[in-house]
């Protein structure tokens, strides 16, 4: 089997893959109510013959949430979640300036190591921190909402 090629950044879909994405999702959402561990999928080949693809459930539930996105115009890349990335990659997935977070990484707010003077940081860990950031936030928006509504502030 051939190592996964390299990706460089993901297109967005065209109006034509947009449109393809959106019925595929709807038809795999129809089929996607078996318990089975184990998923078949028929692709017809240009000569017309119908191959069958046998893939774990999980693997369907990810091309379906592929599809779902691109059916929405989101560009779509798949990353193993123990990939290593840049700063400047982790900045970006972040929405924060690289000096930030940087100053995040001296701070051992996210684990990272050194290769020579560079810092790599995996993946994983990003999606740890970056959801860990959304827990907090939502707790502190949760908690001005209940102020504001003992306050009797007009939100409800």
Do not use: W
Request: charge should be negative; glycine fraction near 4%.
């Amino acid at each position: 089997m051939n190592a996964p090629m390299q990706q460089g950044l993901p297109h967005l879909p065209t109006e034509q893959e947009v449109a393809l994405a959106k019925e595929g999702s709807r038809e795999l959402s129809m089929v996607m109510t078996t318990k089975e561990d184990v998923q078949e999928i028929s692709i017809r080949s240009e000569e017309g013959e119908l191959q069958v693809v046998r893939l774990p459930k999980s693997a369907v539930q990810l091309l379906m949430d592929v599809l779902v996105n691109i059916s929405m115009g989101n560009a779509v890349q798949v990353v193993p979640v123990h990939a290593e990335m840049t700063t400047q990659e982790a900045a970006d997935l972040l929405m924060v300036s690289r000096p930030y977070l940087i100053k995040m990484l001296d701070e051992q707010k996210i684990e990272f190591r050194k290769v020579g003077t560079h810092r790599r940081i995996k993946y994983c860990d990003v999606l740890k921190f970056k959801e860990s950031q959304e827990t907090m936030r939502n707790a502190a928006l949760d908690e001005l909402a209940t102020e504001a509504q003992e306050l009797e502030m007009g939100y409800r």
